[in-house]
């Protein structure tokens, strides 16, 4: 790496001139040495995309002190396993075992793809594996914000770029999305008002990202609101928001299956095709449910759906080995627990998933009574910092925003305890950066 880091060293420390990512990961601060310049640019865009920019201190631990560096075979070597999921999903097959373990609804199929995917890495010196994926992941719009933020005060980062496109252009790709989702099920008909649905939104903590969606949407001529799900209405065959035909849900909810009476209205305007709801409850079975996390890293069940070769090895090096727990396999699961992750299936956000090595006989009662996966430990990457009140590494991971194979943002996420959090001074997103044109960064 010695030509990137001469290209762009006035602004290094000694311990910065290295050779490897891992090395500048440890040792690298140079692009946020001046920490007032990220947060009066973070600040100065968060205000002109009508955000307030108290956000920053409302949200004091939204935005990493640092940014990760990925070298560019970790880039793709992701990109990789990505196109090697959708491949296995688009089969029959796939999609047959998948959906006997889902909810009925995930049997409707409206047209569209379900929207932006989350596929959360952890990246290392030996490779990357692929831990779990998400719908409706969170974070791609504040990434943005920041990786601008980060570019713009940081002359220190002229040679790298960022992973896998620069982030002016990402505002546009997201707004992409949402067109092509419309098109699967509406055709050539205009889009003209879009709704951002949660539980009490402004209670969220990522409500700020629903205001930069409404903005970008604005942008495009395309009208658009924040609201609750109990506040939809279906009249005339339409679904409705107060005065406002509603042509398209922009679903944040974390009911997967619209399975509570909160959210009959949504969920029987999705089924009448009355709206574009996406993500849907088809995408989150197809991709979201832990329990499909055994079939894609199984070799004997890929061979049954028809897939190359190649594609079951991208997949078996890119997954850690994860399996049902059952009470036939609880035993040998709680003696090896201490090598294993426990994740509920439906679950989102880390909530009730345990390391092996922290569970005590109760929970672990709870795990067993559950639907849970045992998926193999796998250490997630580390980012060094420097700061006071910071601890001095944090964990990270490593998230490639996608739609229909194609990654649109890769960001990560730096934090400390067992899973991700937003409670970590010096920790939550971070930009990655990853070599520049002709340049290369070793990845060992």
């Given amino acids: 790496?010695?030509?990137?880091?001469?290209?762009?060293?006035?602004?290094?420390?000694?311990?910065?001139?290295?050779?490897?990512?891992?090395?500048?990961?440890?040792?690298?601060?140079?692009?946020?040495?001046?920490?007032?310049a990220l947060r009066r640019h973070l600040e100065a865009d968060l205000d002109e995309r009508g955000l307030s920019h108290a956000m920053v201190d409302t949200?004091?631990?939204?935005?990493?002190?640092?940014?990760?560096?990925?070298?560019?075979?970790?880039?793709?070597?992701?990109?990789?396993?990505?196109?090697?999921?959708?491949?296995?999903?688009?089969?029959?097959?796939?999609?047959?075992a998948a959906l006997a373990w889902a909810p009925e609804i995930a049997r409707f199929d409206a047209g569209p793809l379900g929207g932006l995917l989350g596929y959360d890495f952890h990246a290392r010196v030996m490779g990357t594996r692929l831990i779990e994926i998400n719908t409706n992941p969170g974070g791609a719009l504040l990434n943005a914000v920041l990786a601008r933020a980060q570019r713009t005060c940081c002359a220190d980062a002229t040679g790298l770029a960022m992973a896998p496109v620069e982030p002016d252009a990402v505002e546009q790709s997201l707004f992409d999305v949402f067109v092509a989702e419309w098109r699967l099920q509406s055709g050539a008909e205009p889009l003209r008002c879009v709704a951002i649905v949660d539980e009490h939104p402004e209670q969220q903590y990522l409500y700020p990202e629903f205001l930069l969606f409404r903005q970008l949407l604005m942008r495009h001529n395309v009208a658009a609101i924040i609201c609750?799900?109990?506040?939809?209405?279906?009249?005339?065959?339409?679904?409705?928001?107060?005065?406002?035909?509603?042509?398209?849900?922009?679903?944040?909810?974390?009911?997967?299956?619209?399975?509570?009476?909160?959210?009959?209205?949504?969920?029987?305007?999705?089924?009448?095709?009355?709206?574009?709801?996406?993500?849907?409850?088809?995408?989150?079975?197809?991709y979201?449910?832990?329990?499909?996390?055994?079939?894609?890293?199984?070799?004997?069940?890929?061979?049954?759906?028809?897939?190359?070769?190649?594609?079951?090895?991208?997949?078996l090096g890119g997954i850690p080995r994860t399996e049902l727990v059952t009470r036939e396999n609880r035993d040998a699961l709680w003696a090896n627990r201490r090598q294993l992750f426990?994740?509920?299936?439906?679950?989102?956000?880390?909530?009730?998933?345990?390391?092996?090595d922290k569970l005590t006989r109760r929970v672990w009662e709870e795990i067993v009574a559950g639907t849970y996966v045992a998926q193999a430990l796998v250490a997630a990457g580390e980012r060094h910092v420097a700061g006071e009140n910071t601890p001095a590494v944090l964990k990270v991971d490593v998230r490639n925003y996608a739609y229909a194979g194609e990654v649109k943002l890769?960001?990560?996420?730096?934090?400390?305890?067992?899973?991700?959090?937003?409670?970590?001074?010096?920790?939550?997103?971070?930009?990655?950066?990853?070599?520049g044109e002709g340049m290369r960064i070793e990845s060992s």
């Fill in 1 to 36: 790496m010695t030509d990137l880091i001469e290209d762009r060293s006035k602004g290094c420390d000694k311990d910065c001139q290295a050779t490897s990512i891992d090395a500048l990961n440890r040792a690298c601060h140079c692009l946020t040495l001046d920490e007032s």
């Fill in 59 to 96: 949200h004091p631990h939204l935005f990493a002190s640092v940014p990760m560096f990925v070298s560019r075979d970790h880039v793709l070597q992701m990109a990789r396993v990505i196109e090697a999921v959708e491949t296995v999903v688009a089969t029959p097959v796939y999609r047959r």
């Fill in 228 to 286: 609750d799900p109990r506040d939809l209405v279906r009249k005339d065959g339409r679904l409705w928001h107060e005065d406002q035909p509603i042509d398209f849900v922009y679903n944040r909810l974390t009911d997967f299956a619209l399975e509570l009476p909160a959210h009959a209205t949504l969920k029987a305007a999705y089924l009448s095709r009355e709206a574009v709801v996406s993500p849907h409850p088809r995408a989150h079975a197809l």
């Fill in 288 to 315: 979201a449910d832990k329990r499909n996390l055994t079939l894609l890293c199984d070799a004997a069940f890929l061979r049954t759906t028809g897939v190359s070769g190649e594609v079951i090895s991208v997949l």
């Fill in 342 to 356: 426990f994740k509920p299936a439906a679950g989102y956000g880390s909530r009730a998933a345990y390391r092996g």
């Fill in 410 to 435: 890769v960001a990560a996420r730096l934090y400390q305890g067992q899973t991700t959090n937003f409670r970590t001074p010096g920790g939550g997103f971070a930009p990655v950066f990853t070599e």
